[in-house]
């Protein structure tokens, strides 16, 4: 079984409308880390929420921290092409090993 | 993540030879991570290393995989004897020596892209 589990897998929308994807978990984290990777290249590290019931932003995208630090969510709003890639969750296990989740994989159609 | 650099890019190789992936870690970094990336998946662990000495290999294969961080040169990620399962893509991370945090501080290179014919 999958510790993290990002949902939906795939989704494919229009430019210029909004989406929100989920990583949810039965487990208590202490922090949560939100990474891209598009085609060809490797993750680039987007956020990391540490407290429970956190928001951050990052232009057009919004990062939430579940109150019980067991999930989190990533709303894009008025997305665009750019914005296409595989939209990945992690937590760290131990001190230094990542445990992500299998991916949401996101088309902006133009 | 443009400081980490792995070689090569694309490799090729026929079942039963031996694939050797590169990972040079940014300036200044002495902490080393591999990780696995099937299709339509993310990335699972596989080693951490520090420069001489395996840290965590909790993520290796038993058999045919190993890997290794010098004191100088590249971090080495090899598998024995390919098979088609191995064909993935193999990522390698660094980050800055005692004290740093995985989840902050590490960067990850470009990839290798292995495929066993």
């Known amino acids: 079984t999958q510790l993290l589990e990002q949902s939906p897998q795939f989704l494919s929308i229009q430019e210029g409308e909004n989406l929100t994807v989920y990583c949810n978990s039965s487990?208590?984290?202490?922090?949560l880390q939100w990474y891209r990777q598009e085609p060809g290249e490797g993750p680039v590290l987007l956020v990391t929420?540490?407290?429970?019931?956190e928001v951050k932003k990052l232009k057009r995208l919004t990062f939430q921290f579940g109150d019980a630090r067991k999930d989190s969510s990533l709303h894009i709003t008025a997305a665009q092409p750019g914005d296409t890639g595989l939209y990945l969750c992690?937590?760290?296990?131990?001190?230094?090993?990542?445990?992500f989740g299998q991916g949401t994989r996101l088309t902006i159609n133009p | 993540n443009a400081g980490v650099m792995q070689n090569p890019r694309h490799l090729v190789r026929r079942r039963g030879q031996e694939a050797r992936l590169r990972c040079s870690p940014m300036?200044?970094?002495?902490?080393v991570y591999w990780y696995r990336q099937l299709p339509e998946e993310g990335l699972k662990f596989m080693v951490y290393?520090?420069?001489?000495?395996?840290?965590?290999e909790s993520g290796m294969p038993k058999e045919r995989f190993s890997a290794e961080f010098p004191k100088e040169g590249p971090s080495i990620l090899r598998i024995q004897q390919v098979v088609r399962g191995d064909s993935a893509a193999y990522f390698c991370?660094?980050?800055?020596?005692?004290?740093?945090?995985?989840?902050?501080?590490?960067?990850f290179g470009q990839g290798t892209r292995l495929t066993v014919v």
């Open positions: 290393l520090q420069k001489e000495n395996i840290i965590d």
């Open positions: 991370a660094s980050s800055p020596g005692q004290g740093a945090r995985m989840n902050t501080e590490a960067f």
């Open positions: 992690a937590v760290t296990r131990g001190a230094q090993k990542l445990v």
């Open positions: 487990s208590v984290f202490s922090s």
């Open positions: 300036k200044g970094h002495s902490h």
């Open positions: 929420v540490v407290t429970g019931g």
